[in-house]
């Protein structure tokens, strides 16, 4: 296996990195391909060209007594062996898996670690997110695209040049008309490239859409729904809708493209045809022989192909990858949060107060201000729960408090420290989230789980977290227990019920050594007395832990030590379940009104 030390780097991106790239990571795949692809397989042609016409003249001068038939041997031997690489080339698809391989296993990491280290706020931007999925989309494929691109026009100068100069030295002028006339074909080529690339941009934004409607038609997830609602003819024309308008940007730039082409290259045709019957004088005239003129007219005519579609496929295809090179630059100069890809830090201790002074915070691109001058105080070892409208600024406390933004006004303390001063090792050291949007990892169980503190997996001994959360009776009912994979996706797999995979998620936190646990709203899908039921057995797995609930429900409130109301972007109130009720305020209304949620 192949160490990865390659890094997506902020600078500019040449079309000559299509190279670079690939031989810093598989020289030796790299210098082969380039000999065998590029060099030798583009004289090939041409040396059969003379192949070809030594063994015409030879057989000729054989039948007409003014030759031995033993010199027929050597040209045979010629055309045999030309014949047999074009089979040994099949050995070249090796090299180009090999490289391949190497690519993937360096080029694609690079490219995920680099996503892995952006600064959060490239993560919500639309325009920066599109940036980011043009680019990560089958990168090893668009490099290992742009570098055989490249070989390939190596090859063809240099196959289109050895047929010129054969010509040069029989119809001087030939090689000069077919060149001028082929240079409008490549800068079109050049053009429509550029244009097409453009277009797969614009065409993207409406096969993603169409994409996520082909998902919710035919996914499992959906079943259900889609059987009760009836709603697949709906969401078909809508599939339709978007898939065609891709498929017409796509086809209308296609047509465009090959009418300027197959328009232009009709003339290559013409001249190509034109060279072809001016050799018949010097035949006539005995100048070149009828191999040579049989062998002329072949590669000639061969050129008109070569011009026409492969050169100018390639160079559309070279304008088509400087594009994606010009995307690889603005995504290696987006910027990165420090230590976002460390390990959490194993040195960390719970702290003893954690300290937010008026902070005020917006969005990165929107004036909407979400936090107001919020300021509030937690300590260890107590269970607090945030609670407040959706869109309140419970969430967005959370993003501040893991260093996912520090674009905030205000200071963060963590005893007595500005959590800038912070690390992102030791911020993830101190911190376990459950998300609302909790993810559903198709893996065994244990491993699931183990997500929750990397350092120590694979983990066998989970058993508590399981008891606690009463997973333990659906594990022993597994067929490997712990190991049984979840999902659908392994022929042995068993599915979880919604219930079960929240509990997964919760599990996965709990297994981390971190001090404080935040429950983002993990149970927004479950009913309000589920719900509350599952923040007990959480309170009691994490006992003598630092816990966050952040909930606009308020069933689980009243087992929290403090009750923070979120709104209009500060701490409207603050207390214990008693207190705020007492007051009479926001939270004792939100409670009256969902009172008879958990009747």
């Known amino acids: 296996m192949l160490k990865n030390t390659m890094q997506i780097e902020n600078r500019s991106y040449k079309m000559l990195d299509f190279v670079k790239i690939p031989l810093s990571i598989s020289p030796g795949m790299v210098i082969l391909q380039v000999l065998f692809d590029g060099i030798i397989s583009s004289l090939v042609p041409t040396f059969q060209v003379l192949a070809t016409a030594s063994f015409i003249d030879t057989a000729i001068r054989i039948f007409q007594g003014q030759a031995e038939k033993s010199q027929i041997v050597l040209p045979v031997l010629w055309v045999l062996l030309f014949v047999s690489y074009n089979y040994l080339m099949v050995l070249l698809g090796l090299v180009r898996e090999k490289l391949n391989l190497n690519l993937t296993e360096a080029f694609r990491a690079a490219v995920t670690e680099k996503r892995a280290r952006l600064e959060y706020r490239h993560v919500e931007n639309n325009e920066t997110w599109d940036l980011v999925e043009r680019v990560g989309k089958e990168p090893v494929e668009q490099i290992g695209k742009g570098f055989r691109n490249l070989v390939i026009t190596v090859g063809l100068v240099i196959r289109i040049g050895s047929v010129l100069m054969i010509l040069l030295f029989r119809v001087w002028w030939a090689p000069f008309v077919i060149v001028a006339f082929s240079i409008p074909l490549l800068m079109l080529a050049a053009k429509t490239g550029k244009l097409s690339y453009e277009a797969a941009k ?34 078909n024309e809508r599939y339709k809708a978007r898939f065609l308008t891709a498929y017409g940007i796509n086809m209308k730039m296609q047509c465009s493209r090959y009418m300027k082409m197959s328009s232009s290259g009709m003339i290559t045709v013409l001249v190509a045809v034109l060279v072809a019957g001016v050799l018949l004088a010097p035949l006539g005239s005995g100048q070149i022989s009828i191999g040579m003129f ?76 979400i936090l107001k001058g919020l300021s509030l105080k937690l300590f260890s070892k107590r269970l607090y729960a945030f609670v407040g409208v959706n869109g309140a600024g419970k969430t967005t406390i959370t993003k501040l408090l893991t260093g996912l933004y520090d674009n905030y006004a205000g200071e963060i303390l963590i005893d007595g420290r500005n959590i800038r001063d912070f690390s992102q090792a030791e911020l993830k050291s101190l911190f376990s989230i459950v998300y609302q949007d909790f993810a559903k990892y198709q893996v065994p169980m244990v491993d699931s789980i183990g997500l929750g503190d990397v350092r120590d997996m694979p983990m066998e001994n989970i058993d508590g977290p399981l008891k606690v959360l009463g997973l333990d009776k659906a594990v022993s009912k597994m067929r490997s227990g712990i190991k049984t994979p979840l999902g659908r996706i392994n022929e042995d797999g068993i599915d979880l019920s919604g ?63 403090e009750v923070f109301v979120i709104a209009d972007g500060r701490v409207a109130e603050q207390g214990t379940h008693k207190e705020l009720m007492d007051k009479g305020g926001i939270y004792a209304e939100m409670f009256e009104a969902q009172r008879g949620w958990y009747a």
Not at 304 to 326: H, K, Q, S, W
Not at 524 to 533: I, N, Q, R
Request: hydrophobic content about 40%.
């Open 202 to 235: 614009e065409a993207a934004k409406h096969t993603r859409r169409a994409t996520y409607y082909q998902d919710v038609l035919t996914g499992r997830d959906y079943v259900e729904e889609r059987a009760l609602f009836g709603y697949s003819s709906e969401l």
């Open 294 to 369: 049989m062998g002329l007219v072949t590669a000639t005519l061969g050129l008109v192909p070569i011009i026409v579609f492969d050169l100018t496929n390639v160079t559309n295809d070279m304008a088509n990858g400087r594009e994606y090179m010009r995307d690889l630059t603005a995504f290696g100069r987006l910027s990165e949060t420090p230590g976002a890809t460390d390990l959490p830090s194993n040195l960390m201790v719970e702290p003893n107060c954690i300290e937010l002074r008026d902070v005020s915070f917006a969005y990165p691109g929107t004036d909407v201000m």
């Open 499 to 561: 219930g079960q995979w929240q509990k997964v998620a919760i599990a996965r936190s709990l297994v981390s050594h971190a001090p404080i646990h935040i429950l983002d709203e993990p149970t927004a899908a479950l009913d309000p007395v589920a719900e509350s039921e599952l923040y007990e057995l959480f309170r009691k797995a994490s006992k003598d832990k630092s816990t966050i609930l952040i909930t606009h429900r308020l069933g689980a409130t009243r087992i929290a030590d």
